[in-house]
């Protein structure tokens, strides 16, 4: 295995000239590449175009992130400047509809990508590759115990009180202002809600000094190692993110779901279309405050017992669609598809429903 570290761009981006060059001379070198494979624009689709083995994994698209722009226009407040977003991000789909056929194999991780990839970006079918995220299930995996001594750390009682878990970067983009005006009202409006419900944040950023505003009952955590994290799934009743970033899948909630959590998230079409596809699982809601009010107070009177089964069925999902073990499988079988060899019996190209 050989490394190749270079300079970054002035900018402080990835030198695209230095590092085509360094690729050149290494599938000069001995025998090809048998597989290139880029994230995202990593290798641009100038030089994408004569490379029949390549495959680039998206992580984001810019049909996807219109939706997000359009949130971000409707949560505006009067102080803030409209911004350029949505009309420079329709000039970016049309770029991206010209110049991403150029690319030879396509990686969706949500399925709504795969989707809008082959719809609206005209991909041929067989250059789409949906391969979901995954996270390591040997790490997160639900534990009794250590879930109760992170909740005894930090003082919550014990079963009598429900607790909402969230992590992440604590910005505007993550939803954190609507999040933070629903459990402000909230915790004003209901002093039973406010006694019996403990918010965990795990992570930090601006909204984090505004969350201790709150009061006793919602802690902001700071960072967390992995190990921490897998404790603090563990320590939660419901996991909570109120995204408004409509692209990808959050690795938290694939997270939360191989701990045995039910998920309460924005009603975004990669979440809907791969992660909550059914209430069996959780909540989703619209990025309203009113109806994120409506749908904490539904979770709060479902109780315990509710949640506890809507995380068995949340797990049982992930474990069949969002292991990393199942995600490295998937690429693997994709890399061999397009290395396969015209004399090889095997049919890498066909894959098995893994819901099946």
């Known amino acids: 295995m050989n490394f190749h570290f270079s ?118 079918d067989e250059r789409v590759h949906v391969i979901l995220n995954g996270v390591d299930e040997n790490i997160f995996k639900p534990a009794f115990t250590s879930g109760k001594e ?28 609507l999040i933070f005006e629903a459990l402000k009202e909230i915790f004003t409006e209901d002093k039973e809600f406010q006694r019996s419900v403990y918010v965990l944040v795990a992570g930090d950023g601006p909204w984090g000094a505004r969350y201790r505003n709150l009061g006793g009952n919602l802690m902001v955590l700071g960072p967390l190692e992995q190990s921490q994290m897998a404790s603090f799934y563990n320590a939660i009743d419901v996991f909570v993110n109120p995204t408004l970033r409509a692209q990808g899948l959050d690795h938290t909630l694939l997270e939360a779901m191989l701990s045995g959590k039910p998920l309460m998230a924005t009603r975004l079409a990669s979440i809907t279309g791969s992660v909550i596809v059914s209430s069996e699982i959780g909540y989703t809601f619209p990025p309203k405050v009113d109806l994120l009010k409506k749908t904490l107070y539904k979770v709060w009177r479902d109780g315990k017992g509710v949640l506890e089964t809507k995380g068995e069925f949340a797990r049982e999902r992930a474990l069949k669609l969002f292991t990393a073990t199942k995600m490295t499988a998937a690429y693997e079988r994709l890399f061999l598809c397009i290395a396969k060899d015209k004399n090889d019996p095997d049919d890498y190209c066909t894959y098995k429903d893994m819901l099946d």
């Open 150 to 177: 992170f909740r005894l750390k930090f003082g919550i009682p014990g079963s009598g009180s429900l607790v909402l878990g969230m992590a992440g970067r604590l910005v505007k983009d993550k939803g954190h202002p």
């Open 7 to 124: 300079k970054p761009s002035p900018g402080g981006y990835l030198d695209q000239a230095i590092v085509w060059n360094q690729f050149q001379i290494q599938n000069s070198t001995g025998k090809p590449f048998d597989v290139v494979h880029t994230e995202s624009v990593g290798l641009l689709h100038t030089r994408a175009k004569n490379l029949n083995n390549l495959a680039v994994s998206w992580h984001g698209i810019a049909y996807e992130t219109i939706h997000s722009d359009i949130i971000q226009e409707l949560t505006r407040t009067p102080e803030e400047s409209r911004s350029n977003a949505l009309t420079e991000r329709a000039i970016k789909v049309v770029d991206e509809v010209k110049f991403f056929p150029r690319y030879s194999h396509h990686v969706a991780t949500s399925d709504h990508c795969g989707d809008v990839l082959k719809r609206i970006y005209m991909i041929p």
